[in-house]
């Protein structure tokens, strides 16, 4: 089965730095999640990506799958406080949506 | 629009006795269903599929079963908890090769 790295673990950045995130697929991706979530709470959807060297931006955060479809990177520019919490990747299984996931990564902004 | 519901939010219950926790969607019809676990340190997990109303996919051997007894309504079951069943539980739906929608998840302590 599809196995999902990533990295860094756990993030720790200062209001209005930059900061990159990743997600490394030990296959091919051919859909690449990526999910927020607040401690405690649900997930919620940030992007989706499918083709190799696509590349997706809403408000401040950029998200980007390589041409070889098995790494993905987070970019937040400028971080907020309100850009905290878990991160997570989600890869699609090909069937019925069943999405595998990575174990997260936990973003703290200092104000 | 659609929306998910999941209750209860928070859930204590001793070794041994039964759980059944609840979830259903609305605005959507003959939504693929999921229910995932999210434990410390071993991310999401998924434990649950459905395409139809009485079709249950296990993923994981477990102590926990799943029902689909109505279109949009998903029910995750136990006869008896056990300490390693704790964990924040997250339902989910979605279309085929389409993200997932998930909801505000119970979090289950077996005491």
């Known amino acids: 089965s599809q196995e999902l790295e990533q990295s860094p673990q756990s993030l720790i950045v200062q209001e209005g730095k930059n900061l990159t995130i990743n997600c490394t697929s030990s296959?091919?991706?051919?859909?690449l999640y990526w999910y927020k979530q607040k401690y405690g709470e649900g997930l919620i959807f940030l992007m989706m990506l499918q083709k190799g060297g696509e590349e997706k931006s809403h408000e401040k955060i950029t998200a980007k799958l390589d041409e070889k479809k098995q790494q993905s990177s987070l970019h937040i520019t400028a971080s907020q406080p309100s850009h905290a919490g878990i991160y997570l990747c989600g890869a699609d299984q090909g069937a019925n949506s069943k999405l595998t996931f990575g174990k997260g990564i936990t973003l703290s902004v200092r104000p | 629009s659609q929306t998910i519901h999941q209750w209860p939010a928070t859930l204590v219950q001793p070794v041994g006795s039964p759980l059944s926790l609840e979830c259903t969607v609305e605005g959507t019809s003959n939504p693929n269903l999921y229910w995932y676990r999210q434990a410390a340190g071993r991310g999401l997990q998924l434990l649950f599929y459905?395409?139809?109303?009485?079709?249950i996919s296990s993923e994981v051997p477990q102590n926990l079963s799943a029902s689909r007894p109505q279109d949009r309504q998903f029910i995750l079951s136990s006869k008896k908890l056990l300490l390693s069943d704790s964990g924040f539980y997250l339902c989910?739906?979605?279309?085929?090769?389409?993200?997932?929608?998930f909801g505000s998840g119970t979090q289950l302590s077996v005491l």
């Open positions: 296959k091919t991706l051919y859909g």
């Open positions: 989910a739906w979605g279309g085929n090769n389409e993200k997932l929608f």
């Open positions: 459905s395409v139809g109303i009485g079709q």
